[in-house]
């Protein structure tokens, strides 16, 4: 088998056989197929595509490219979240433990934050203590012990994946379903759940920009991640304003708790709620109305709150935080930035305002860049707020001031204002199912 000859049968639309698939994935990864040729196969699946069969094969290849976790011991009860990524996104810390106290089991890898996007990782290292790596003997064991655990990837999950997203960004083949697709469920099939719900979004602070090109993705992924024997579900959410108050990362670990607590039923209660449904829902093997019922009633009980304490504390955490917020970071600045006009708020560049959070210190421009967990933003109007001349916008909460000014900068040009009330946009678009 020659590479040459898969390069040119996919260029002219022609449907790669598993074994042809199976030799590329193998070869790119070990380093025997140069990075010039597997960028022409990039080129070619962006243009011509890939069909549902030839997708699930090469899911299922990168999935077994590296490391794979094996969660046979939990059955149908093995549970995961994944989001497309977003500003403000801390669902998984409430979704997480509302799912574990009813039954199911949340052994989740999650990544760190990287541009505008915030990481589940950073976040849970902005509680002091909580480990972020375990063995996968104290992986599964925490898991079979309390429901929950959750840590960083590791090293050696879906390697073909990491050269290949690589070779994507540099070669504009980047946005291409098939590949976004293989791309995301080989992680979720190397992870090892059972049932995994996936949080689509779409808008200015999302990768994909319009529900048309999110609903797409999504069908693709649930189709593909049934084809790989997994049950899936996909919530397409609105990611045009940042999710909840709070960006940042001990920020949103505050109003995570906060959320758990019943003391905060907004846009991020409802997502949330959507989401830990449809776990619910999967693993129970229960209608969404059932499981929603029980989602509302793990919250007002206090079920989840008391999980999450217990998951924080058996990864080396702090728990005290859960009940009294000053055991996690503050910044030593809080600024507030005003609104120059009067008017209503008529829209926001998400994006922008997580590049300001990232200017403050709450994110990355670079893998390699340390991150302050005090600095974020915590958002005071939103779209559809009426606003004052001199009105506070928003507060930015950070540890050096000399960040402040181009912080707001980015932050004020992310904010449009106008003469009429916008109209109010779903927060859910669709449920596929």
């Given at each position: 088998m020659r590479m040459y000859d898969i390069i040119e049968k996919k260029r002219d639309g022609k449907e790669l056989s598993p074994e042809e698939i199976s030799f590329f994935i193998e070869g790119y990864t070990k380093g025997e197929i140069p990075d010039y040729q597997a960028s022409a196969l990039c080129m070619a699946i962006y243009f011509r595509g890939m069909s549902e069969a030839e997708t699930v094969t090469l899911t299922e290849c990168m999935a077994r490219s590296g490391d794979?976790?094996?969660?046979?011991?939990?059955?149908?009860?093995?549970?995961?979240?994944?989001?497309?990524?977003?500003?403000?996104?801390?669902?998984?810390?409430?979704?997480?433990?509302?799912?574990?106290?009813?039954?199911?089991?949340?052994?989740?890898?999650?990544g760190r934050g990287l541009g505008h996007t915030g990481g589940t990782v950073d976040k849970l290292e902005a509680i002091p203590g909580y480990r972020t790596s375990l063995s996968e003997e104290e992986f599964i064991s925490q898991s079979k012990r309390i429901n929950i655990a959750v840590i960083g990837q590791t090293g050696n999950l879906t390697p073909a994946d990491k050269k290949l997203y690589a070779l994507r960004d540099v070669t504009a083949t980047v946005n291409s379903i098939p590949l976004i697709t293989a791309s995301i469920m080989s992680k979720k099939l190397a992870a090892g759940s059972k049932n995994i719900v996936l949080d689509v979004k779409y808008g200015s602070g999302a990768f994909m920009k319009t529900t048309d090109d999110a609903e797409i993705l999504a069908e693709n992924m649930v189709k593909i991640g049934r084809g790989c024997k997994r049950n899936v579900t996909a919530v397409l959410t609105n990611m045009n304003v940042p999710l909840g108050e709070n960006i940042g990362n001990a920020l949103e670990v505050k109003e995570a708790i906060r959320v758990l607590k019943g003391g905060q039923k907004d846009e991020l209660y409802e997502v949330c709620v959507a989401l830990a449904t449809e776990m619910v829902a999967l693993f129970k093997k229960i209608p969404p109305d059932e499981a929603k019922k029980l989602v509302i009633g793990a919250i007002d009980s206090g079920a989840a709150l008391s999980k999450m304490r217990e998951w924080i504390k058996a990864q080396g955490g702090d728990e005290r935080c859960v009940d009294d917020e000053s055991y996690l970071p503050s910044a030593a600045v809080i600024y507030p930035v005003l609104s120059p006009t009067d008017g209503y708020i008529t829209g926001t560049d998400a994006q922008l305002i997580g590049a300001s959070a990232m200017i403050l210190g709450a994110g990355r421009e670079s893998k390699d860049d340390v991150i302050d967990p005090s600095a974020g933003i915590v958002l005071v109007k939103k779209p559809g707020d009426r606003v004052k001349s001199g009105d506070v916008l928003c507060r930015l909460h950070t540890s050096d001031v000399s960040k402040l000014k181009e912080a707001e900068k980015v932050f004020l040009s992310a904010v449009k204002f106008g003469e009429k009330e916008p109209p109010k946009e779903p927060l859910i678009y669709k449920i596929i199912r």
């Open positions: 794979t976790l094996d969660l046979s011991d939990f059955g149908e009860l093995s549970v995961d979240k994944h989001s497309t990524g977003g500003v403000g996104d801390k669902t998984t810390l409430i979704v997480a433990p509302i799912a574990a106290c009813l039954g199911g089991v949340v052994t989740k890898m999650s």
